[in-house]
Structure formats: structure tokens, C-alpha cells
């Protein structure tokens, strides 16, 4: 048998640039797990109840949400990219 090259961080992230937004979710939860284990069942809940509550808000139209590539531009100039 022959030993398989390790992936590199940019593979991973060229092989998933094209997959559904939900299953990126899921392979970052799941490596997340797999480093850190699970999540304590009060936090879980307090941030299901946030997600909740923000949701609400911005269907309520309290709040606006801002689009994800004027978020990623201001990230990016904070950290200078």
C-alpha cells in the first residue's frame, strides 16, 4: 500500500469551495467535535435561544441585516487584506 500525501489547508478549501453552504456547516461542526468535543447543553441552549431571538428580529424588521460581502470587506481591512 502506498502511503497517501497529507491535504493541505488550501485543498480543503479548493475541493469545498463549490459544495452547499449546509454541508461546509456540518464538515466545520464536525472537525470542530472531533478537536474539541461537544458543546456544554446550557450554552447550546442560550445560543439557540439568541439565534432565535435575532432571527425574530430581523423577520420583525427591528434590525437590518448587513450583506456578507460588506461584512468580509471590513474584516478584511481590519486584518489588513
Same mark, same amino acid.
Given at each position: 500500500?502506498?502511503?497517501?500525501?497529507? +491535504?493541505?489547508?488550501?485543498? +480543503?478549501?479548493?475541493?469545498?469551495?463549490?459544495?452547499?453552504? /449546509?454541508?461546509?456547516?456540518?464538515?466545520? /461542526?464536525? +472537525? &470542530?467535535? !472531533?478537536?474539541?468535543?461537544?458543546?456544554?447543553?446550557?450554552?447550546?441552549? !442560550?445560543?439557540?435561544?439568541?439565534?432565535?431571538?435575532?432571527?425574530?428580529?430581523?423577520?420583525?424588521?427591528?434590525?437590518?441585516? +448587513?450583506?456578507?460581502?460588506?461584512? &468580509?470587506?471590513?474584516?478584511?481591512?481590519?486584518?489588513g487584506?
Amino acid at each position: 500500500m502506498v502511503p497517501s500525501m497529507p +491535504i493541505t489547508v488550501e485543498q +480543503i478549501v479548493e475541493e469545498t469551495r463549490q459544495w452547499p453552504a /449546509d454541508a461546509v456547516a456540518e464538515l466545520v /461542526d464536525r +472537525i &470542530l467535535l !472531533a478537536k474539541h468535543g461537544g458543546v456544554e447543553a446550557t450554552v447550546e441552549g !442560550a445560543w439557540r435561544n439568541e439565534v432565535q431571538r435575532r432571527f425574530a428580529e430581523l423577520e420583525g424588521g427591528q434590525v437590518r441585516g +448587513i450583506p456578507m460581502e460588506e461584512t &468580509l470587506a471590513k474584516a478584511r481591512k481590519l486584518i489588513g487584506r
